[in-house]
């Protein structure tokens, strides 16, 4: 794997616990949320109309991730109320790895190895951690935050069937997108009855260009999936809960405890186990 590939990956897990960062960071994260969407519904309307339409057989997939990934959006705003940035990010990404390990266990009949095995042991670990002691979040951000890994373990699942029988990645994720980009408003206007947006306001510039960098974290782990291995490349992605550490105690004002970063490093550690591929 070249210098580059791995820089890329790096980046985008920069990027990826940045943009989370801006979010736990919001005033109105709901609200932050929505209007980044915004950004990723600009880019998903020429990508729709350049694409062929999806096969009827792909809609309840379209469908279904896009409920799935407002579900997302939600849940990790309620995540964020009370837990900070380096408590409820590692428990997020740690618990994905987890389900899936799990579900293919269950249901795909899988067996783990040596260091699959391993990788769930570190996860839990690190999770307990982070969810135990002094300084832990809340029971609810908690509860809230293994919802939000449930659902990205969900949604992810139906993406890889539904890009299937779509035949096509780049349609598929363009009408998820798209459906996304109207329900999360929609959402929004059922709890909080109405939205509004003034495109003066450099809180919402500052919103639209969250969503841009979440576009940005997206396209360089694909490319980066286009010049190397997947298996790799996914492992240094999950260098991103160490960097949400960093960030929450660099802009956030966060403690940066001890015990805390050595918890996101076994997190870390057990998601690239997860993945390892002899």
Known sequence: MSAT???M??????LHASW?????????????????SFSTTAVAIPLALLS???PQQAWASIGLSALLQVGYSIFLVAAYRHGQLGQIYP???????????????AFAGERL??????GVGLIAAGIMSLALGRNRATASSILYALATGAIIASYATVDAIGVRLAGDAGAYTAWVLLAYGALLPAAFILFRGRLSVDFRSAE??????????????YGIVVAAYMLGPAGPIT???ETNVVFATLIGWLLLGEPLTIRRVIACIVVACGAICIGFQP
Do not use: C, K, S, Y
């Open 9 to 14: 990956a790096l980046f985008a897990a920069v």
């Open 204 to 217: 919402t510039w500052q919103a639209l260009a969250g969503g841009v960098v979440v576009l940005l974290a």
């Open 113 to 118: 190895g040596l260091p699959q095995l391993l």
């Open 20 to 36: 989370n960062a801006f979010l736990r960071n919001g005033r109105d994260r709901l609200w932050t949320v929505t209007v980044m």
């Open 235 to 237: 492992a240094l992605r």
């Open 5 to 7: 590939v791995i820089a």
């Open 91 to 105: 428990i997020v990404r740690g618990t994905v790895p987890l389900l899936v390990t799990f579900g293919g266990l």
């Open 52 to 54: 062929p339409l999806p």
